[in-house]
């Protein structure tokens, strides 16, 4: 099993940026196929972004491709994730989630662990 922490989040201009990191217990963190997704208010959960276990693979949202990058550092069992450009459509609690499967999901339902959130917010 494993536990997360998100960090990082908060009150950003448009056009801005922030790094949120994802902090995850445990000793087999490598073996973790990791994501990110948000929730708006009133809004579905959306997936952002994911990276395979070792950092050599990473899949993103159309919404944030070029404007997003996630990265993971296994020494550190930690996930990133840096939001360039941001815009107030960004606004959202952001969570990081673990997949057992090493496999790229989209799928919120597909991940097996989750961290309790970040609140970022984008003014304009």
């Known amino acids: 099993q494993v536990q997360l922490v998100e960090s990082g989040g908060g009150l950003v201009q448009a056009g801005g940026s922030l790094r949120l990191s994802c902090a995850a217990s445990g000793r087999t963190f490598s073996r973790y196929y990791m994501g990110w997704f948000r929730q708006a208010p009133e809004k579905e959960r959306e997936f952002v972004a994911a990276?395979?276990?070792?950092?050599?693979?990473?899949y993103y949202a159309d919404s944030v491709k070029g404007r997003f990058t996630i990265s993971r550092d296994n020494a550190k069992n930690t996930v990133y994730l840096q939001m360039n450009s941001l815009k107030p459509e960004d606004t959202a609690v952001y969570y990081c989630a673990a997949d057992e499967s090493p496999i790229l999901n989209r799928i919120d339902r597909r991940y097996d662990y989750w961290g309790q959130g970040t609140q970022v917010t984008v003014s304009s």
């Open positions: 990276i395979s276990g070792s950092g050599g693979i990473t």
